[in-house]
């Protein structure tokens, strides 16, 4: 049981490049999140969803698509990569445990854009 | 609309202390209550949270958090600090029903732990 991967782990970017960081569960969870997390500013949500099919904005989700390709992954891309979005982004899945919906995170992706 | 708010980003005690990372929230509705901890290069791991089923919430690694209703607060504390406890804790708040879709962090507090 791998809970929550996310690849890759480091990437670099120049400006106007595009990328996909995937994410995957295997907690059966149907809910996944996208963040980022920059100094001092905790984490932000991106993008959500509550389940297959299904995604939503968070707080900060300009400059960013999602896709639930299915109950397992869930990908972020950036199609035009900024040097505002270097970053660490986590994804999420949350499942019902001890009466209350929690989520477990991924190990974080490393992206720097130049 | 929620809202989290850690005081202190930086909090450095000696080994064997008292940790006291303080956490205060903002919320029209009862609230769910969450500590998360992340270690350096790591996500976020799951320290404790409440869920109205007790006011003194115990979680892993010696942690506990007290909610206080009339002062809008979920601190966490540790009676001895280890010098594993160092890391970066993050408060947060749920949104009605406990569902995690969401889910409102604070900043962040960093703890040094001194030798």
């Known amino acids: 049981n791998a809970g929550v991967t996310q690849t890759p782990k480091f990437q670099v970017l120049k400006t106007g490049q595009s990328m996909t960081l995937q994410c995957a569960q295997d907690?059966?969870?149907?809910?996944m999140y996208w963040y980022r997390q920059d100094p001092g500013m905790g984490l932000r949500l991106i993008y959500y969803s509550a389940s297959e099919g299904t995604t939503d904005k968070g707080e900060v989700p300009n400059g960013y698509n999602v896709s639930r390709l299915n109950k397992r992954e869930f990908s972020l891309r950036l199609e035009s990569a900024a040097p505002s979005q270097t970053s660490v982004y986590f994804c999420?899945?949350?499942?019902?445990?001890?009466?209350?919906?929690?989520?477990?995170f991924g190990p974080g992706t490393r992206l720097l854009v130049l | 609309a929620q809202s989290v708010t850690q005081l202190g980003s930086h909090v450095s005690v000696s080994e064997g202390a008292l940790v006291l990372l303080r956490c205060n929230y903002s919320s029209s509705v009862p609230p769910y209550l969450f500590w998360y901890v992340q270690y350096p290069n790591q996500g976020l791991q799951l320290l404790l949270k409440?869920?109205?089923?007790?006011?003194l919430v115990k979680g892993i690694n010696g942690f506990e958090a007290e909610f206080k209703k009339s002062e809008t607060s979920f601190h966490l504390t540790k009676p001895s600090a280890h010098m594993s406890d160092a890391a970066e804790y993050f408060c947060a708040v749920s949104s009605v029903g406990g569902s995690q879709g969401n889910l409102i962090f604070g900043k962040g507090t960093k703890l040094s732990v001194k030798p």
């Open positions: 409440y869920t109205s089923a007790a006011t």
């Open positions: 907690m059966n969870h149907n809910s």
């Open positions: 999420a899945s949350s499942g019902w445990t001890g009466g209350l919906e929690t989520q477990y």
